[in-house]
T-cell receptor, first 116, second 114 residues
Framework: DAKTTQPPSMDCAEGRAANLPCNHS???????VYWYRQIHSQGPQYIIH???NNETNEMASLIITEDRKSSTLILPHATLRDTAVYYC?????????????????FGKGTKLSVIP | KAGVTQTPRYLIKTRGQQVTLSCSPI?????VSWYQQTPGQGLQFLFE???????NKGNFPGRFSGRQFSNSRSEMNVSTLELGDSALYLC?????????????FGSGTQLSVL
């Protein structure tokens, strides 16, 4: 799986949009971009994923650049409950990566602090 | 729909003992993965099971093992515990991983080895 680079920490004012960047310059054609977050002492929670088109769901929006080398997760109106570590992961579906390489590789993520 | 359930939530053991952790996936999910999380190493993949078969294994010693039952429930076992095995052990389930399925994680079992 391709490696990702994220800033170690970010602050965001409550009610404002939080824009979390991720670089994945070595991403291959069949690899998806996934975002998970982990609130302290809980398991990671899936947020959103995409291949090359921008995606939006009830939690967030995912903007992927045309060359797919970077992406941005957008939380449109951050609340205190969005304070968490956000992980950007690139991974190919099992059928492409094969049994020997299946897994999600988590980096250190970005610690987002939402400030009142 | 109930989420991924892991038991127990907390566990304290001493060095040399063994431990078994349990994971019940979301109903209908057939793939179960295990991860170890420590402050120093972060989240690391242990292994993944599908239809009672281990499909992939991470870079952990043979003291770490697992299995999956016919109802998709999974257990992982750590034998001869070491201090460094103290960690949050997370289980995740998905329908399958042949496509771009998302993972649903449990709250984890916090293991402390004294």
């Amino acid at each position: 799986d391709a490696k990702t680079t994220q800033p170690p920490s970010m602050d965001c004012a409550e009610g404002r949009a939080a824009n979390l960047p991720c670089n994945h310059s070595t991403i291959s054609g069949n690899e998806y971009v996934y975002w998970y977050r982990q609130i302290h002492s809980q398991g990671p929670q899936y947020i959103i994923h995409g291949l090359k088109n921008n995606e939006t769901n009830e939690m967030a929006s995912l903007i992927i650049t045309e060359d797919r080398k970077s992406s941005t997760l957008i939380l449109p109106h951050a609340t205190l409950r969005d304070t968490a570590v956000y992980y950007c992961i690139v991974s190919a579906p099992f059928k492409y990566s094969g049994a020997g390489s299946y897994q999600l590789t988590f980096g250190k993520g970005t610690k987002l602090s939402v400030i009142p | 729909k109930a989420g991924v359930t892991q038991t127990p939530r907390y566990l304290i053991k001493t060095r040399g003992q063994q431990v078994t952790l349990s994971c019940s996936p979301i109903s209908g999910h057939r793939s179960v993965s295990w991860y170890q999380q420590t402050p120093g190493q972060g989240l690391q993949f242990l292994f993944e099971y599908f239809s009672e078969t281990q499909r992939n294994k991470g870079n952990f010693p043979g003291r770490f093992s697992g299995r999956q039952f016919s109802n998709s429930r999974s257990e992982m076992n750590v034998s001869t515990l070491e201090l460094g095995d103290s960690a949050l052990y997370l289980c995740a389930s998905s329908l399958d991983r042949t496509t771009n399925e998302k993972l649903f994680f449990g709250s984890g079992t916090q293991l402390s080895v004294l």
